[in-house]
């Protein structure tokens, strides 16, 4: 018999709000209240006849007792009614309740105000009952019934906008219809059951629906002047929180929310809400543009040519695909060609400096499921690559953004070599490449270097790199990974590619070494890594740490030694502090049984650091021997440590954090057995 409506919907309050149900409101109504009512009613009654509604039947009245209902039998007819009840004398919050014939509520307004309405929209004549209650106060209702179609909160200012002839109140049960347009409303009388998922919007929302016929971009732009806006948009459900396809928040601004998205054929919801409790005055914009079929796009996809950089811009594309990496890629995108005449290793790289960039690969364009790679720029960076193999055949590459709003250049490139590599600077024992003793960042690339040796950690079948490593003094050699585009590892070894010689396979390398030549390969971890790297080293003369080691003076239990690090030399670098130039001290610690140590440093002129170690030579990543380092940040000028250990030798560093974190310090130690 109605529109259906499955939780409260005060649906006229959006119609009187529209209609500017404020008290004293003038107007030019076109028909006369009945004489000797209550002024707020007659001032309801021109608002109400002023945009167009008609007033039908008689008006009704009796009285109304706090908490107890009146019931009034109407006969509603097609199209829609709106039902108008005031409470008068004491009545303070006045509910109506609209019963269709069959018992079944078909609208309720539980406003908390003197009066309340409810809008009807009748498939067929019928006889319905109004449950009139007082929630609070006493006294008397009036109720009267209108026909007719009111402009409804939001309601269109552009001719091609406008709403339809039953323009509902905005909620979902009674969305008000948009086209393109202008469109002006207010978030003030709205129904507070939605919230959008980039925001907290517990506020008031008017709810439009929005009809795609074929596939269009839409562009609708929110603004306010006195409350922040949240826009968001739900396809298919109206009340389904997860049918949510875009939602915005401040764009660029809290007075502005704007959402571009590319929409399918559908019925979409389109919401205007609050930030927090936020609500009022607003206008909207809603601008659609047709978009052509990705077939049609697909087929005018130009060729991207292997070696030559393809610049781009995002403006005139929309959001044509989404992809597996890049949070879905929901940015504009623009698809290439790319043919690969044989099995070949790719890196497809898709760079801006005005958002963060995706690239991804399908085997054919218009289908999702044949993606056979993607990449995504990390947050706050501006390169996205892909490297992998590809067989022979066609691909389409797209270049994409992670942010539906990205807006700028971009520039794709395509690298392609036969599969098994073509060679390149350091592709073998015979041609390594020596580490530079002034330089302590290297860049290099696997991409086109072919596979000539591996490690106990992976690497076969991968492409490698080697380098030269010459240490002229017994040294602790540190290699770590700082970026790469593909996961590499380190195969250090005393002879290139002899896996005999291993002296160590992984992510980073720390050992130490004696005196001579080495061999450094970097290798894919898997048969599909390679691509460009960059990674740090060092080579650390520990000549002077054995001398120290050697010359390291015994603590004794409860004595207070005092000594300075100015002057000393930089022989350790404990992993709390300690990497500057600063000198250190070492000591060490003879126990003949087990015990609990405690080390107490003072440093009054500079920021102390203590470490324990079990040995007082360097040891490597897989055998570390620091068991302990403290320094303290509330309190630089002391630090201590406290451990159980076993019978044995132990060494204390006295270190200082930077360059000037050296002076007089005093330690204590003492032993609890």
Known sequence: MVSPRRHRSPLARGVVAASGLALGAGSCATSRPAEGLDPRYVAVHNALAATGLAEIGPIRSGPLAEGREARVSLELAAPCTTLVAMGTDGVRDLDVTLLDPRGVVVGHDASREAQAAVRACVDGAGTFTVILKAGTGSGQYVLATWAGAPQGPGAATAAQGSASPLSPAGTCESPIRIGAGDYAGSTTHGESENEGQCANSAAREIVYRL??????????????????????????????????????????????????????????????????????????????????PLAEICGKAPRLASGAAQPGATSGTFDEVNASCGDGARGPDAPYELDVVQRSRARIKNASDDYEPVVHIRKRCVDESTEVG???????????????????GAYTVFADARDHEADGHYSLLAELVPGPGSGGAGDGCADALPLPP????????????????????????????????????????????????????????????????????????DEVLPAG??????????????????????????????????????????????????????????????????????????????????????????????????????????RPVELACNTSAEDRHHAHLEANLEPGTYYVVVDGKGRDGEGAFTLQYNVAR
Request: net charge negative; glycine share 10%.
């Open 374 to 392: 993607c990449a995504a720029a990390e947050s706050g960076e501006h390169e996205a690559t892909f490297v992998g193999y590809l067989d022979a």
């Open 517 to 622: 030549t080495y061999s450094l390969a970097v290798d894919g971890e898997a048969p599909d890594a390679f691509g460009a790297f960059t990674f740090d080293w060092s080579a650390r003369d520990i000549a002077a740490q054995e001398a120290g080691c050697r010359a390291a003076e015994l603590l004794a239990d409860g004595r207070t030694t005092t000594g300075t690090t100015a002057g000393a030399s930089n022989k350790f670098v404990p992993a709390c502090g300690g990497r500057g130039d600063a000198g250190d001290r070492v000591y060490r610690i003879a126990l003949p049984a087990r015990a609990r140590v405690r080390l107490t440093l003072s440093t009054p002129h500079f920021t102390g650091v203590l470490a324990l170690r079990s040995s007082c030579l360097d040891g490597s990543s897989s």
């Open 211 to 292: 009809e795609i016929a074929s596939r269009q971009n839409a562009t609708i732009d929110v603004t306010t002047q006195r409350f922040d806006s949240v826009l968001y948009i739900r396809k298919g459900d109206c009340s389904d929180e997860s049918a949510e396809v875009a939602c915005n928040d401040d764009s660029p601004n809290q007075h502005r929310s704007r959402v571009d998205a590319v929409l399918d054929p559908g019925t979409y919801f389109v919401f205007v809400d609050g930030y927090g409790s936020d609500g009022g005055p607003f206008q909207m914009r809603v601008v659609l543009h047709d978009i052509p």
């Open 438 to 509: 002034a330089e302590r960042m290297v860049t290099g690339d696997t991409f086109t270097a072919k596979d000539d040796t591996s490690g106990k950690c992976g690497g076969g079948g991968a492409p490698d790199v080697f380098y030269r490593v010459e240490l002229p003094k017994r040294s602790r050699f540190v290699a770590q990974f700082s970026s790469e585009e593909a996961p590499h590892v380190f195969v250090l070894s005393k002879t290139c590619a002899d896996h005999s010689t291993e002296l160590a396979c992984g992510r980073s390398v």
